[in-house]
C-alpha cells in the first residue's frame, strides 16, 4: 500500500479514528493488526518474516536480560545477530554473492527465484538496534510481546524508515495504554502532522514522479544523449532520489504525528551541507546514526587513532553502500562517499588555515552557497554509480557528459524532447523554487516547515498550505496512463 494511494488515502483515516474511538487498553493491538494489514498488502506471505524478526529479537532481549554469566549474554548475542542478518543474507544478498562468485570462478550460477521483501533491511535494522540496546544496558526488555512486536512493524515507518531507537518510540507506544483521549486527541500536533504529510506528497507527486520521466528516459538510453541531457540526469537524480526518499520520511513522520507518536527526523536540507561529512548528518540521518552507534563506535571510532578512524570510516561507508543495494556500484558508491571523508579529514587542518589567514566569514551566505553547491556536485557525481545498473552504464554516462556537447540545444525547442513538455518543465521548475525556499529557510534558521508555518500569520499559513494542495491535485503526476511509481527505498 503506497502513500500515493487511493487505498492509503481510505485506510488512515480509518485506522486513526477507531484509534481515537476505542478503550486506550486495545490501541496498541489495534495499530499492530493494522500495521500487519499494511505490510501485507505488497506480499502477505512475507509477513512471517517479521514475525521471525520479531520473535527473534523479542525472546533474545529477554534472555539477555535474564543471564548473569556475560559469555553467554554474548553468545545469544551472536545468535540473534547471526539469525536476523542470515534472514536479510538469504532474501537480498544470496543471488549477488552467487553472480559475484560466477565471476571469478567462470561458472554458471543457479539463482534462486526469489522476491526482496519490502522493507527488510530497515525493519531489520531497527529490530537488531533494540536487541543491542538491551545487551548494552540502555534499554530494558520489553515483556509485552504485542508492545514490542507494533515498535517493529509501526506502519507509518516500517517500510522505509526512519530506522527508530527504543528510546524514542517504544516509549511513545507503551503509552497508548495510559494516554487520555484528550491527550491524544491534540490538533496542533494534527494539523503539524497534516501539513508535513501534504508537504510529502509534494515533494513526491509533483517533483520526484515528474523529474524521474527525464531521469529515466536518459539512464534507459544513455549512449542516445549528450552533455544536455547527461547533464539534467547528473543533477536531476539528486533531486529526484531527496524528494522521493525524503517525501517517504516526512510523510511517515507526519502520520504518525496524527496519531500522537513523534519519529525522528531523517533528512535536514542535505543539500545546503558545508561537507560531505556534514551531508551525512543530514541525509538519512537514522541510518547513519545507526552506523555510527553499532558498527562504527564498536569499531573504535576515533579513539585509536587517525589511521584508524579513517579505516573505520571506510569499513562504515562500504557497509552502508552494501545495505542499500546487491550491487558492486552501490558498494561503490559508499566507498567514495567514505573516501571523500577521509580527506576532509586530512585537509579539514589546512582548509581552516586557509580560512583564517584570508578571514573568510564562514557564516555568510556567499561562503554557503558556494560550499553547498560543491558538495552538491560531489554527491551528484556519487549518485551516477547509485543510479546505474553497472559499472559499463556509469563509465557511458561520464564519458558522454564530458565528451558529447551539444549545448546548441538549449536554444532550440528540442530542450523538451527529454520527457517533459514547456509546461511540464515550467511545473518542474516552479516546484522546484518552493522546495528551495523551505531547504533554505531549514538550512538557515533550523526550522522544518511545520514549525515554520506556525510561527506565520495565519492567512499566510492557511494560503501557503492550499497552495500544496492544489499543486499536488492539480499538477501530481497520477491517474490514468501514468504509471505510479513505488518510492525509490522500498528496495532496499
Known amino acids: 500500500m503506497l502513500f500515493n494511494s487511493i487505498d492509503f488515502l481510505l485506510f488512515f483515516p480509518i485506522v486513526v479514528l477507531i484509534l481515537w474511538l476505542i478503550p486506550a487498553k486495545l490501541r496498541r493491538l489495534w495499530l499492530l493488526a493494522c500495521s500487519y494489514f499494511f505490510y501485507m498488502c505488497w506480499e502477505a506471505k512475507y509477513i512471517v518474516l517479521i514475525l521471525g524478526s520479531t520473535m527473534i529479537t523479542y525472546f533474545s532481549a529477554i534472555l539477555i536480560e535474564k543471564i548473569v554469566d556475560v559469555g553467554k549474554r554474548k553468545l545469544v548475542m551472536f545468535f540473534c545477530i547471526a539469525l536476523n542478518l542470515g534472514i536479510l543474507f538469504f532474501f537480498k544478498y544470496f543471488n549477488?554473492?552467487?553472480d559475484t562468485v560466477s565471476l571469478i570462478t567462470g561458472r554458471t550460477p543457479r539463482y534462486l527465484d526469489v522476491l526482496l521483501p519490502v522493507g527488510i533491511s530497515f525493519y531489520t535494522f531497527q529490530a537488531l538496534g533494540y536487541t543491542i540496546d538491551c545487551y548494552r544496558g540502555d534499554t530494558k526488555a520489553e515483556h509485552n510481546f504485542i508492545t514490542y512486536?507494533?515498535?517493529?512493524s509501526f506502519f507509518p515507518q516500517l517500510v522505509a524508515g526512519p530506522i527508530e531507537r527504543s528510546g524514542n518510540l517504544l516509549c511513545q507506544i507503551k503509552r497508548y495504554d495510559t494516554v487520555s483521549r484528550k491527550e491524544l486527541v491534540d490538533w496542533e500536533q494534527i494539523r503539524d502532522g497534516l501539513i508535513l504529510m501534504c508537504?510529502?506528497?509534494?515533494?513526491k507527486l509533483v517533483i520526484a514522479d515528474r523529474i524521474a520521466i527525464i531521469i529515466d528516459n536518459v539512464y534507459d538510453n544513455v549512449n542516445l544523449y549528450g552533455a544536455v541531457g547527461l547533464i539534467m540526469a547528473f543533477f536531476g537524480f539528486g533531486i529526484q532520489i531527496y524528494c522521493d526518499f525524503g517525501?517517504?520520511?516526512i510523510i511517515a513522520i507526519g502520520a504518525a504525528r496524527v496519531m500522537g507518536v513523534k519519529l525522528m527526523e531523517n533528512f535536514n536540507a542535505p543539500y545546503f551541507a558545508t561537507s560531505i561529512t556534514d551531508f551525512w548528518r543530514r541525509w538519512h540521518i537514522s541510518l547513519s546514526s545507526w552506523f555510527r552507534d553499532y558498527v562504527y563506535i564498536p569499531l573504535g571510532g576515533n579513539r585509536r587513532g587517525k589511521a584508524r578512524k579513517y579505516l573505520n570510516v571506510l569499513i562504515v561507508f562500504t557497509l552502508s553502500g552494501l545495505w542499500h543495494g546487491a550491487n558492486w556500484t552501490f558498494v561503490f558508491w559508499g566507498l567514495v562517499h567514505g573516501v571523500i571523508q577521509v580527506l576532509e579529514g586530512l585537509f579539514r587542518p589546512l582548509v581552516h588555515r586557509f580560512e583564517e589567514k584570508y578571514e573568510i566569514n564562514r557564516s555568510s551566505f556567499g561562503f554557503m552557497i558556494c560550499r553547498a553547491a560543491v558538495v552538491t556536485v560531489i554527491?551528484?557525481?556519487?549518485?551516477?554509480?547509485?543510479?546505474?545498473?553497472?559499472?559499463?552504464?556509469a563509465r557511458d554516462f561520464i564519458y558522454r557528459l564530458f565528451n558529447k556537447p551539444d549545448f546548441y540545444?538549449?536554444?532550440?525547442d528540442k530542450i523538451y524532447s527529454?520527457?517533459?513538455?514547456?509546461?511540464?518543465m515550467w511545473i518542474l521548475v516552479s516546484a522546484l523554487l518552493l522546495l528551495l525556499l523551505v531547504d533554505f529557510i531549514r538550512a538557515?534558521?533550523?526550522l522544518a516547515i511545520d514549525a515554520w508555518l506556525s510561527g506565520q500569520f495565519v492567512v499566510f499559513r492557511i494560503f501557503f498550505v492550499l497552495l500544496i494542495v492544489l499543486m499536488v491535485i492539480v499538477f501530481g503526476e497520477y491517474g490514468p496512463g501514468f504509471d505510479s511509481k513505488q518510492f525509490i527505498y522500498f528496495q532496499f
Open 96 to 98: 549477488f554473492t552467487l
Open 149 to 152: 512486536a507494533l515498535f517493529v
Open 199 to 203: 508537504w510529502g506528497m509534494f515533494m
Open 247 to 249: 517525501s517517504y520520511s
Open 379 to 393: 554527491a551528484d557525481f556519487a549518485w551516477i554509480f547509485f543510479r546505474s545498473d553497472s559499472f559499463g552504464q
Open 409 to 412: 540545444l538549449l536554444s532550440s
Open 418 to 424: 527529454y520527457g517533459l513538455d514547456v509546461q511540464e
Open 444 to 446: 538557515r534558521r533550523g
